[in-house]
């Protein structure tokens, strides 16, 4: 039997809408909050989060990944637990959950190291799955894992979008219109032919990173702006617009540097793996 995914009732005034006594979300700011990110950066990067409210978000939540990597795990737990936003676990919370600290990877091990007992409460309370309403569904990968890229397919030539029909095998039978992803750092949209759109927001902070599952590859957008993105609820349906946001991404690759992150520095301030372009 299909298992039961927690709902989330939504009670912020303008986020929904009654329509027959069933609840439609209008409006929602999507922000992908990936491991190093936090809604207000200590670091002075409060540019993404103005950005949200100038555009008049009514919602806006979080899709995982949001502790892992150099830049204040511990910070940025306290701030996203005291805003309370709908917020999924990502991989990596699984994964500082599950594993030692001894064969973690660096990233899940910084923030770890790092982190409270009432924060790691925290995040081994966050669900893997939330239904906003029962259009909306939020995920980390895809519904069926958190390790799955929901809208890239990556070969042992590297990385490229997926065509419709792969991903339209990954959403299965999933009965949301609206289908919100994260994990691969790559803002994309993509609408099935049954009219389900699939939305990944992209990264708020880290831009580029370099994985070896299945086959090694590059994930890179190719600038250092935050990225995320605004949907809405129209007469024709959802719609998406992917936006990118500059922010002081030198602060942040010098604390990544600071704390032993090379390969962090040089993806936040470029948006690539390297200073020199993959080919």
């Not at 795990?73 to 936003?85: F, G, I, Q, V, Y």
């Not at 049954?194 to 992209?202: A, H, K, S």
């Not at 086959?215 to 993105?229: D, I, K, N, W």
Request: hydrophobic share 40%.
């Amino acid at each position: 039997p299909r298992p039961r995914l927690p709902r989330h009732r939504i009670h912020h005034p303008l986020a929904l809408l009654g329509a027959g006594g069933r609840h439609r979300l209008r409006r929602a700011a999507l922000s992908r909050l990936p491991a190093h990110e936090r809604v207000h950066r200590r670091l002075g990067q409060r540019e993404p989060a103005a950005d949200i409210r100038q555009r008049g978000a009514d919602l806006i939540v979080n899709l995982g990944d949001i502790l892992s990597g150099p830049l204040q795990p511990r910070e940025t737990a306290s701030r996203l637990m005291a805003l309370d936003l709908p917020t999924i676990r990502g991989n990596h919370e699984r994964q500082i959950l599950e594993a030692d600290r001894s064969s973690m990877g660096a990233s899940d091990a910084f923030a770890d190291a790092n982190i409270t007992a009432e924060q790691r409460h925290w995040i081994a309370s966050l669900p893997e799955q939330l239904w906003l309403s029962d259009e909306v569904l939020l995920v980390h990968g895809t519904p069926g894992s958190d390790l799955e890229y929901f809208l890239e397919v990556v070969t042992a030539s590297g990385s490229r979008p997926a065509r419709q029909d792969e991903a339209a095998r990954l959403a299965g039978n999933t009965p949301a219109s609206l289908i919100l992803c994260g994990h691969t750092h790559c803002p994309r949209v993509m609408q099935l032919d049954d009219r389900r759109l699939i939305v990944n927001p992209g990264s708020t902070g880290l831009q580029a990173y370099e994985d070896s599952h299945p086959f090694l590859h590059r994930m890179e957008t190719g600038s250092p702006h935050a990225r995320y993105a605004m949907l809405e609820r129209t007469a024709r349906g959802w719609s998406a617009r992917l936006l990118a946001v500059a922010y002081d991404w030198h602060a942040a690759a010098a604390m990544a540097r600071q704390n032993g992150r090379e390969d962090w520095g040089i993806a936040l301030e470029t948006g690539f793996v390297s200073h020199r372009r993959a080919t």
